[in-house]
């Protein structure tokens, strides 16, 4: 029963970002749809198939992290106050006000980074890159980044691969008697950043060649924020990483839109 209850609380909140990544995609479907030729498009599946497929595809994948999570993480010290209130029933952390400043803190201080590193980078990076950074932010884009970045990407991310990560060493290196080492955590921290940054190249791909510029910035500003939703996470909770990660992109698109308005 509490796995139950743990699985529909994540799944609940995962599920939202998807239906947001899903009705976000289609008009990039659509674009793609659109350079077939008709003999190809007849072979096609309508759109609203296509799209009903991609949010099966995340689903799985959601339900499948979601569940790894729940047999690693509690096991290594990591945890959720969502779960800890609604399954476990125990007491309000004491922490949570600290909680959300860091995580607010982290959220603002990885948004300036980035962007100023983004800067930085762009005099070397192609001509199409620079373009897409330059633009005004959209909105639904935004918003879709808070709630499917900032929430079902903390799910697969941080309460899957990075709860993984960090049980297998800790069973590899026998150190089922104690928590985890803290060199654990934060190798488990810096290999799911790396896979984060990995997993945002085909987004990329979809607008440039992946060119070993384009690859390193990718990795690198991935990889940044992703080394600080994963502290969060050790050190205080799953929430704490996903309250960053939605920080983030919040801060992210009211200083690109304050610079487009001013370029």
Request: glycine share 8%; net charge neutral.
């Amino acid at each position: 029963m509490a796995i139950l209850k743990q699985f529909g609380i994540l799944f609940g909140l995962g599920s939202v970002g998807i239906v947001m990544f899903t009705i976000a995609s289609i008009p990039l479907v659509e674009q793609q749809l659109a350079k077939l030729s008709p003999e190809m498009l007849e072979k096609v599946p309508p759109l609203w198939i296509l799209m009903l497929l991609q949010g099966l595809q995340y689903s799985i994948l959601l339900a499948i992290s979601i569940l790894v999570g729940i047999g690693c993480a509690y096991r290594v010290g990591l945890s959720s106050h969502l779960i800890d209130h609604w399954v476990f029933h125990t007491a309000k952390s004491p922490s949570f006000t600290v909680e959300m400043k860091w995580s607010l803190g982290v959220g603002a201080a990885t948004a300036i980074v980035l962007l100023l590193l983004d800067r930085l980078m762009q005099p070397v990076l192609p001509e199409a890159l620079q373009a897409s950074n330059n633009t005004e932010p959209n909105w639904l884009s935004s918003l879709t980044a808070m709630l499917y970045g900032g929430i079902t990407e903390e799910i697969l991310m941080r309460w899957g691969l990075m709860s993984l990560l960090v049980w297998i060493a800790w069973k590899g290196l026998k150190q089922g008697v104690t928590l985890p080492s803290q060199g654990i955590y934060q190798g488990a921290i810096a290999l799911a950043a790396l896979v984060f940054g990995l997993l945002h190249l085909p987004a990329t791909a979809a607008i440039v060649s992946l060119t070993p510029v384009v690859i390193i910035r990718a990795l690198l500003l991935n990889g940044i924020a992703g080394i600080g939703f994963g502290w969060l996470f050790w050190q205080y909770s799953l929430e704490a990483a996903m309250l960053a990660h939605i920080s983030f992109h919040a801060f992210s698109f009211a200083l690109s839109l304050m610079l487009a308005r001013l370029a």
